[in-house]
């Protein structure tokens, strides 16, 4: 039987290496009016590549455990970020999972 697939999580994003900071799906949060703007970025500090033989096929957004936003990419020509305007509770805990095609799926969260 193969081995279950991992999931990756990085708790510590300034201590982490290249290698982590490359597949994290780095979270930011900014104020905008009622809208909070939440970012995640796949390559914050270390660019990961975006060629057809290694690249990230997918971000995903959750509100604790609750999905609510998907973005599939193809490589080249988009890259993997987005920008989503939220309504959410302060104290809401927001966790970002990409997948990389060669290194699996990696999260990342932060506390609104
Ligand atoms: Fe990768």
Known sequence: ?????ALTAVKDF?????FEKKHTPF??????GDA?????????EVPHPNGPDHYITFIELFA?????????LSPEVTSPKVTLPC????????RAVEHCNLHGW???????
């Open 1 to 5: 039987m193969a081995a279950a697939p």
């Open 14 to 18: 300034a201590a982490a290496g290249e």
């Open 27 to 32: 979270i930011s949060v900014a104020s905008e």
């Open 36 to 44: 909070t703007m939440v970012t995640v970025e796949v390559g914050h």
């Open 64 to 72: 604790g455990m609750t999905p609510i936003a998907r973005l599939d």
């Open 87 to 94: 309504a959410l509770p302060a104290g809401t805990v927001l």
């Open 106 to 112: 990696w999260t990342y969260e932060t506390t609104l």
